[in-house]
């Protein structure tokens, strides 16, 4: 009885190894990359939040501001006496101007905090593009398995890169 040699077909090819590395490495870069990139979009959702809060707390001081404009005016306008309007004027004025300068403060946070979403949302682009050219790395190396094609890899490689230094752009903005 003759006993039949079965040798897994990979084990004719030399490169077959190599390459179930690179697809290895690859996927690690692939796996940085997508926690970055949920990272960042959830980062961009918390700053655009932050800034809607601080637009809509503008609004608040400036609806107080002109609520105290037309009160003044109503006072001005319906008083007779001036002496009795001088306390409340006062107050009004001094309302109505604590409100504007407190507006233009809540202003410049809620500029900054739009400014920090852009940027996060800018991060947030350049790891998507670099999580689907290292997904597209991936795929393209894994090709070979199937055609045992060379370039396959060789294009992988050239994906990965350039999903890697996507990446790379995302963690330097």
Not at 48 to 77: F, G, H, I, M
Not at 92 to 98: G, H, N, P, S
Request: overall charge negative.
């Amino acid at each position: 009885m003759t006993e039949l040699e079965l040798k897994p077909e990979h084990a004719a090819d030399p490169d077959t190894r190599r390459v179930g590395i690179l697809v290895g490495v690859v996927g690690i870069f692939l796996s940085v990359v997508t926690i970055a990139s949920h990272r960042a979009h959830t980062d961009a959702v918390i700053r655009r939040t932050e800034s809607n809060d601080q637009w809509t707390y503008y609004q608040a001081k400036k609806t107080r501001e002109n609520t105290d404009e037309v009160a003044l005016t109503l006072l001005q306008t319906l008083t007779v006496d001036p002496v009795k309007l001088q306390a409340p004027q006062h107050k009004l004025e001094a309302d109505r101007e604590r409100y504007a300068g407190e507006a233009k403060d809540i202003q410049k946070d809620a500029r900054a905090k739009d400014e920090e979403t852009a940027l996060e949302e800018r991060r947030a682009l350049r790891f998507d593009i670099g999580e689907g050219l290292l997904e597209l790395g991936l795929v393209l190396c894994s090709l070979y398995f199937l055609a045992r094609k060379s370039f396959f890899p060789i294009l992988g490689v050239l994906a990965g890169f350039a999903g890697t230094v996507m990446g790379l752009w995302g963690f330097l903005l």
